[in-house]
């Protein structure tokens, strides 16, 4: 098992770490303690524009960032790493993370209890329209990651921009 998580994060990046965390989080016996440090390696490959590019989101949107994040589904369990790199405050982001994470969880609660109830008649509404759910969430996954990675790379442009403008001033 231990191989077959180091092949395929080598193989497939950030998305084979965000799939088996999802997957993880889902109760699934993937161990964390593998992927997340793969995960961590591949951090360090963060450009200094994807850097900045945090800091500037979070500079702009931060407490709000965390709040909407943490009712997001996926993105409230990778909200803290972005805020973490943008120096949030810990009181402020405990208190924007506390008021997003109350009402997600009510929520799931009270959706749970209420599909508990009834399970028959939400799986035969919903169940035709699984596959197609799950195939634009893994398109808008993708579409996310490649506007990022841009975002990313222009913001890195930019900075050299800036250093041999600074460079040449002198």
């Known amino acids: 098992m ?12 950030y998305i084979a770490i965000f799939v088996t965390m999802v997957a993880e989080s889902a109760g699934l016996p993937i161990s964390s303690e593998i992927v ?10 963060l450009s200094r524009g ?15 960032a965390v709040f909407l994040g943490r009712l ?6 990778y909200i803290s790493f972005p805020a973490g790199l943008s120096r ?5 982001f405990t208190l924007a993370t506390l008021a997003g994470a109350i009402p997600w969880n009510f929520a799931l609660a009270y ?16 169940g035709p329209f699984a596959i197609p759910i799950a195939i ?4 808008l996954l ?24 600074k460079g040449v001033g002198r």
């Open 88 to 92: 949030i405050s810990y009181l402020r």
């Open 50 to 64: 994807h850097l900045r590019l945090a800091n500037r989101f979070f500079d702009r949107f931060g407490l709000w």
């Open 111 to 126: 959706a749970g209890y209420n599909l508990g109830q009834h399970y028959e008649t939400v799986a035969a509404t919903l």
């Open 2 to 13: 231990t191989q077959s998580l180091i092949n395929l994060v080598a193989a497939w990046g």
């Open 142 to 165: 993708a579409v996310v990651w490649w506007f990022g990675r841009k975002a990313g790379e222009d913001e890195e442009a930019a900075i050299q921009e800036e250093e041999r403008a």
């Open 72 to 77: 997001l589904p996926i993105v409230r369990t």
């Open 36 to 45: 997340v440090p793969l995960g961590g390696a591949l951090a360090s490959g």
């Open 136 to 139: 634009a969430v893994v398109i």
